[in-house]
């Protein structure tokens, strides 16, 4: 249950992190990309059963 939240969470937060506004479109991807490389390592903790 804990993981189902914090996967919709961290999905939503890469969503979020997305360049879109014009105030943010000089980060680049970078903000997303770090939410999505922690979205990564969550989820191959999971399969290998660390979680």
């Known amino acids: 249950m804990l ?3 914090l996967i919709i969470l961290l999905i939503l937060a890469l969503i979020g992190g997305l360049p879109t506004w014009g105030y943010s479109r000089s980060w ?3 903000p997303s990309g770090i939410i999505g490389l922690i979205l990564v390592i969550l989820v191959v903790l999971w399969l290998m ?3």
């Open 3 to 5: 993981i189902t939240i």
């Open 28 to 30: 680049g991807y970078g």
């Open 49 to 51: 059963g660390r979680i």
